[in-house]
């Protein structure tokens, strides 16, 4: 790349526990985090947002439902709304939903317990900021770790929202038609349940979570040459 790093922000809430791993994971493939508590009411100077994994504020009513209405969710949403791109990995995803940003909802797994394992996805599309680096019907590895990962949809919810699903077999929550992870109608905000930050060295297993993050910092980087010129 030339010229500056993507900035991306990544918003903190009480309970985020994946804030340092996104950072650090995003630092890794080029980008220039900085970390954003929930109580700041305005954004940095940021061309991507991170909503990270957790359990923010002890994910008391639902998950993510507090987080919503976190001051610092106010300019994220508005963020998004100008086109902003926005990822929210995991309880980020439940956030995004919540917010309003994303279609459906994410319930108990079915199992009603938590899983934390490995996951084979496959690539739906590869038309959005979030899966550049991809192929169509490709097959990703990529660790998830929620106890509220089924994904049910709402009425504003279309095929073409869908971005990856979980392989045959390897749906760990119920998730409706295997629905691992959505995208926006305008493509700017995706949310996964699976965490790509923690899939991006070689020695931990897998370095899949690399082409979902650097798709995202390859796009931001991209809007910050834009707007630069």
């Known amino acids: 790349m030339t010229g500056r790093r993507a900035r991306v922000a990544v918003v903190v809430f009480p309970g985020s526990n994946d804030d340092r791993d996104a950072a650090s994971a995003l630092a890794e493939l080029g980008a220039e985090p900085t ?10 100077p940021v061309d991507a947002v991170v909503l990270p994994g957790g359990f923010s504020y002890g994910d008391y009513l639902r998950c993510g439902a507090i987080a919503r209405f976190a001051p610092a969710m106010e300019s994220v949403v508005e963020f998004a709304h100008r086109g902003g791109l926005v990822l929210g990995i995991c309880n980020g995803f439940q956030i995004l939903c919540e917010a309003g940003l994303l279609p459906g909802a994410l319930r108990p797994n079915a199992s ?6 490995d996951a084979g996805l496959v690539v739906e ?22 106890g509220d990962g089924c994904w049910h949809p709402g009425p504003d919810f279309g095929p073409a929202n869908v971005v990856l699903r979980y392989a045959d077999g390897q749906n760990p929550n119920g998730s409706i038609d295997d629905v691992a992870g959505v995208v926006s109608v305008r493509g700017n905000v995706m949310g996964l349940m699976p965490h790509p930050e923690h899939a991006v060295e070689a020695l931990i297993g897998s370095t899949d979570g690399a082409l979902i993050l650097g798709s995202m910092i390859d796009a931001a980087h991209r809007n910050a040459l834009a707007v630069a010129s």
Do not use: N, Y
């Not at 970390?35 to 940095?44: D, N, Q």
């Not at 009603?112 to 394992?117: E, N, P």
């Not at 599309?125 to 929620?146: A, E, M, N």
């Open 35 to 44: 970390l954003m508590w929930h109580g700041e009411r305005r954004l940095p």
């Open 112 to 117: 009603l317990a938590f899983v934390c394992r």
């Open 125 to 146: 599309r590869t038309d959005t900021p979030f899966t550049s680096r991809c192929t169509t019907g490709q097959r990703l590895t990529i660790p998830v770790k929620h």
